[in-house]
């Protein structure tokens, strides 16, 4: 069994194209939140107007003809296009020297809830409202959710294990947990993992609309007045690889990867329990060889919905007991949206980050206190403080759950 | 007679649980009809296409028991009877 660190991260989000940028904005706890562009629909007749909510975290001032041409775009939905983007990100930090051998056993895993689905909308479209007979001959390969990973395996010519995985609002935390295992074991010499999803399209936002969890304003976590979540697009990589291997060509280890926990609640697709997240966050503890008290930050899952929150602050006090009263907690959806199968990747980036500059980003948007949360949930202001380790927890509909574990690196 | 309001919500109860309808009884409690928290919104969506309103999300997560369910209904089909005999 090796160490394994993080040597590269890469982002794209609603607060900055870019790891510095996402970083700067939530060190200052800099909401990502705004109006949805109208033009979401397959047809300029219909778009946000359709809409009841307003407000999502949207990538500003993306142009993909700055990173792709034409002809590369043409077979790239939005979500694999930050997918490769967030790599790219990722190796350059990390200094990668790619070698043939290298690039042959190198792993990527990617999670995505919704893959390409606008690209799918937009043939439907075609086939059920143009009245056509035929749908783009791309709509399969933009399409599917292991598109983030093709395209990562053919931008860098990595031929090594990769595979998706998709396990909605967790999906990229199982991602990147599962890539921590196959290079602690050895199964892989480095992995790129992580997650993308490009939900802002007409059909996904009545989806989300009709579930009726989305918030009229914006996402206030833990905060008594919460009303919901709000819908955020972006991508996060990791660069993971031994520690020894990073040593050795001289790369800097952000931080160390410790442990990986998973749960099924085995109850309601839409009510989580408490209990799975439990199991989940007692199993990334486990795996990390880690006692309760030496968690310092946890980086929430906190959706800002009601189903969520209260169950996630009980499943802390359960697991922490009284050492929960001096954890810091706090919910970056508050600044980057809920990025679904891109935010456990997201937010354990922002885990990491917290501890390489020694700051914990806050949970913006925080207004009025919850008995029924009444845990230090860092309000509005961001903390300096240097923790020695941190979890971020990811609990997916379908009660599919995963916490990933990191230790700050020396 | 013709379906009340009442007897219609009723009934979008009972189908979209998959009940009898005579199960179905205004004072009948949600815990009762198993209805949790998905299943009302199951409801309220089969209710917005029963009498083609549109029930927001706060005035939805008020919604408890059935009498409500009935009222908030009996309330937004008579402001769409109003409006539309304005226009």
Redesign the interface.
């Known amino acids: 069994m090796q160490r394994v660190v993080v040597s590269g991260i890469g982002v794209l989000s609603a607060i900055g194209l870019n790891r510095e940028d996402f970083w700067d904005s939530l060190a200052h706890g800099r909401s990502g939140i705004g109006p949805i562009p109208e033009d979401v629909g397959p047809a300029p007749e219909v778009g946000m107007n359709q809409v009841?909510f307003k407000n999502g975290a949207c990538l500003r001032g993306y142009d993909p003809e700055i990173h792709f041409d034409r002809k590369a775009l043409t077979f790239m939905d939005r979500f694999a296009q930050y997918s490769v983007l967030a790599a790219r990100e990722a190796a350059k930090q990390a200094g990668i020297e790619w070698t043939e051998e290298l690039r042959e056993s190198a792993a990527i895993v990617t999670g995505s809830c919704m893959g390409g689905r606008a690209t799918e909308e937009l043939g439907y479209w075609e086939l059920f409202h143009n009245g056509r007979n035929r749908v783009h001959p791309l709509t399969i390969p933009l399409g599917m959710s292991n598109a983030g990973a093709s395209h990562i395996s053919i931008d860098f010519g990595i031929q090594g294990p990769s595979f998706s995985i998709s396990t909605a609002c967790s999906s990229s935390a199982h991602a990147i947990g599962q890539a921590f295992w196959m290079v602690r074991s050895g199964a892989a010499p480095m992995a790129i993992a992580g997650g993308s999803e490009a939900p802002l399209f007409l059909g996904g936002l009545k989806a989300w609309e009709?579930?009726?969890v989305v918030s009229?304003d914006t996402c206030r976590p833990f905060s008594k007045n919460r009303s919901?979540m709000i819908l955020g697009e972006g991508a996060s990589m990791m660069i993971l690889e031994p520690l020894e291997r990073a040593l050795a060509r001289g790369a800097k280890p952000l931080a160390e990867i410790v442990g990986f926990g998973m749960s099924a609640d085995a109850s309601?697709?839409?009510?989580p329990s408490p209990e799975g997240a439990g199991r989940a966050i007692r199993g990334a503890l486990r795996d990390a060889g880690m006692r309760p008290e030496e968690i310092g930050y946890i980086n929430a899952h906190g959706t800002g919905t009601?189903?969520n929150d209260c169950m996630e602050v009980a499943a802390i006090r359960a697991v922490f007991g009284s050492h929960a009263d001096r954890l810091s907690i706090s919910s970056t959806k508050s600044m980057h949206g809920h990025t679904l199968g891109a935010a456990g990747a997201l937010e354990a980036s922002a885990s990491v980050l917290a501890m390489v500059h020694g700051v914990l980003p806050p949970t913006a948007n925080f207004t009025i206190p919850d008995p029924a949360c009444d845990l230090d949930v860092i309000p509005n202001e961001p903390r300096a403080l240097q923790v020695q380790a941190a979890l971020s927890q990811s609990f997916a509909f379908g009660g599919l759950n995963a916490v990933l574990a990191f230790r700050a690196y020396p | 007679m013709p379906e009340t309001i009442q007897d219609r919500v009723l009934r979008v109860i009972a189908t979209t649980q998959r009940l009898p309808v005579e199960r179905v009884k205004p004072d009948s409690s949600f815990e009762e009809l198993g209805i949790?928290?998905?299943d009302s919104?199951n409801i309220?969506?089969d209710l917005e296409s029963e009498f083609d309103i549109e029930i927001?999300?706060?005035d939805?997560?008020k919604i408890r028991t059935i009498h409500e369910m009935v009222d908030g209904v009996t309330y937004l089909v008579e402001a769409k009877q109003n409006s539309s005999q304005q226009g």
């Open positions: 009841r009709a579930m009726r009229p919901g309601h697709m839409t009510q009601e189903a | 949790d928290s998905m919104i309220l969506f927001n999300d706060e939805a997560k």
